[in-house]
């Protein structure tokens, strides 16, 4: 795509990649881009750059606007690769830049590039750069989500660069939020946001908050959202800073995820009773199958859920693959504010059961004990069971919802 001016002077430059399917280990059904900006002022200024593949993408955009040996400075907010591993194909074409970085920044680079003859400025929160016309502030943003991070406030444009937070992983035409809404749905856009922020950012919740208190408290008058990912934040930032907000507090709907996997199907037949006992007390529910379905979309269909019920077969006395690893990688994931249960079938001894709560135990999660395990294969009368189990665990969802209302 080619540039697209967001605001006087101040231009997309970046890259969609619509063919991205495994985001390092992620799954991106509707790709995603690498978003960076071009300010062309008195001082040319290049805020971020793209993934390694599209160097050629935004070189060309910028060529569209100016020589790039003209611009003098580039403003790193970010070093994952996906924003930063062009970078030294951008200074090898603007040999002249200074590169603005976080501290932690420059040692990541360092690491990446031979960085020796680059010109450094290391700039922490507070920091200004005067491109002419426009002053950037600089916000450190430490662990959203890298030790590196930060944004660029644009102050004369009320532009806030704000790198991967507020992003999401669509590939679009559309550059702002509301021509997508207008082409694709609001519901769609909503969808892209939860799924990034369980799976990039819900261990910073805490952080999250303190940060969007800490920008609230500096008194910034921010009228436009630009991530590195996704569509700009044009019309209403404010819908997706309370979004977040939402989120870091937990927020989530009256509704069950039941993720399971199974052998033979008998943890599967339990989902059946399971899906009716909570749909009879008026629940919403989901069931994921987690061999059927990416780790990337189980973790987002727990997130927007206040209940989860893990169904797992016994194996070895122990938890099923599938499922042991499904927990492993949410405990690195630290959710908040969730109601957990497990159920499973088992041959002999049983196990799985008990190890799906002791990994709600380790995740702090409030839990709903005991679980239910069927020998073999579900009876009429553990289907029963069952069914009697979800009703009681969907009354105790419902309950526990109530303390975030
Ligand atoms: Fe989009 Fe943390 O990189």
Same mark, same amino acid.
């Given at each position: 795509m080619k540039a697209v001016e967001i605001? *006087? %002077? /101040? =231009? !997309? #430059?970046g890259a969609v990649d !619509? +063919? #991205?399917?495994d985001f390092h280990g992620y799954v991106t059904p509707n790709g995603t881009s690498y978003n960076n900006y071009l300010i062309m002022d008195k001082q040319i200024t290049l805020l971020d750059s793209v993934k390694h593949d599209f160097a050629q993408v935004t070189i060309d955009n910028i060529r569209s606007l100016t %020589? *790039?040996? +003209? /611009?003098m400075n580039l403003v790193i907010n970010h070093i994952e690769p996906d924003h930063a591993s062009s970078i030294d194909k951008i200074m090898a074409l603007a040999p002249n830049a200074t590169i603005y970085i976080s501290d932690k920044g420059k040692k990541g680079l360092d690491r990446h590039f031979d960085t020796s003859n680059w010109k450094f400025r290391i700039v922490k929160t507070g920091d200004i750069l005067n491109t002419g016309r426009y002053n950037l502030l600089f916000l450190e943003t430490p662990m959203l989500h890298w030790p590196d991070s930060m944004m660029t406030y644009v102050k004369e444009a009320k532009l806030l660069i704000s790198q991967d937070a507020f992003g999401q992983h669509i590939a679009t035409s559309s550059r702002f939020d509301d021509d997508f809404i207008e082409s694709a749905s609001h519901s769609e856009l909503e969808d892209s946001v939860i799924d990034y922020y369980a799976n /990039?950012?819900? *261990? =910073?919740g805490q952080l999250i908050k303190a940060k969007i208190a800490e920008v609230q408290k500096l008194g910034l008058d921010i009228d436009m959202i630009a991530p590195d990912h996704g569509v700009i934040w044009r019309s209403g930032p404010g819908s997706i800073i309370q979004k977040y907000l939402d989120m870091a507090n937990g927020k989530a709907s009256l509704s069950i995820a039941v993720i399971y996997d199974t052998m033979w199907r008998s943890t599967e037949l339990m989902t059946i009773p399971l899906m009716q006992g909570i749909k009879d007390e008026g629940i919403d529910c989901k069931i994921i199958k987690l061999r059927a379905t990416p780790m990337s979309i189980a973790i987002k269909e727990l997130w927007k859920a206040r209940g989860c019920l893990i169904g797992s077969p016994t194996i070895n006395n122990i938890l099923y693959p599938s499922i042991a690893e499904f927990l492993n990688h949410l405990r690195g994931l630290r959710p908040k504010n969730r109601i957990m249960g497990a159920f499973g079938s088992y041959g002999w001894g049983g196990g799985a059961v008990r190890d799906a709560y002791d990994e709600f135990k380790k995740m702090k999660l409030e839990i709903f004990e005991p679980g239910i395990q069927v020998l073999y294969k579900p009876s009429q009368e553990d289907e029963k069971k069952c069914y009697e189990f979800a009703r009681e665990f969907a009354r105790k969802v419902k309950e526990y919802h109530e303390k975030f209302i």
């Amino acid at each position: 795509m080619k540039a697209v001016e967001i605001k *006087p %002077d /101040i =231009f !997309w #430059v970046g890259a969609v990649d !619509w +063919a #991205v399917r495994d985001f390092h280990g992620y799954v991106t059904p509707n790709g995603t881009s690498y978003n960076n900006y071009l300010i062309m002022d008195k001082q040319i200024t290049l805020l971020d750059s793209v993934k390694h593949d599209f160097a050629q993408v935004t070189i060309d955009n910028i060529r569209s606007l100016t %020589d *790039p040996s +003209a /611009i003098m400075n580039l403003v790193i907010n970010h070093i994952e690769p996906d924003h930063a591993s062009s970078i030294d194909k951008i200074m090898a074409l603007a040999p002249n830049a200074t590169i603005y970085i976080s501290d932690k920044g420059k040692k990541g680079l360092d690491r990446h590039f031979d960085t020796s003859n680059w010109k450094f400025r290391i700039v922490k929160t507070g920091d200004i750069l005067n491109t002419g016309r426009y002053n950037l502030l600089f916000l450190e943003t430490p662990m959203l989500h890298w030790p590196d991070s930060m944004m660029t406030y644009v102050k004369e444009a009320k532009l806030l660069i704000s790198q991967d937070a507020f992003g999401q992983h669509i590939a679009t035409s559309s550059r702002f939020d509301d021509d997508f809404i207008e082409s694709a749905s609001h519901s769609e856009l909503e969808d892209s946001v939860i799924d990034y922020y369980a799976n /990039i950012l819900m *261990p =910073f919740g805490q952080l999250i908050k303190a940060k969007i208190a800490e920008v609230q408290k500096l008194g910034l008058d921010i009228d436009m959202i630009a991530p590195d990912h996704g569509v700009i934040w044009r019309s209403g930032p404010g819908s997706i800073i309370q979004k977040y907000l939402d989120m870091a507090n937990g927020k989530a709907s009256l509704s069950i995820a039941v993720i399971y996997d199974t052998m033979w199907r008998s943890t599967e037949l339990m989902t059946i009773p399971l899906m009716q006992g909570i749909k009879d007390e008026g629940i919403d529910c989901k069931i994921i199958k987690l061999r059927a379905t990416p780790m990337s979309i189980a973790i987002k269909e727990l997130w927007k859920a206040r209940g989860c019920l893990i169904g797992s077969p016994t194996i070895n006395n122990i938890l099923y693959p599938s499922i042991a690893e499904f927990l492993n990688h949410l405990r690195g994931l630290r959710p908040k504010n969730r109601i957990m249960g497990a159920f499973g079938s088992y041959g002999w001894g049983g196990g799985a059961v008990r190890d799906a709560y002791d990994e709600f135990k380790k995740m702090k999660l409030e839990i709903f004990e005991p679980g239910i395990q069927v020998l073999y294969k579900p009876s009429q009368e553990d289907e029963k069971k069952c069914y009697e189990f979800a009703r009681e665990f969907a009354r105790k969802v419902k309950e526990y919802h109530e303390k975030f209302i």
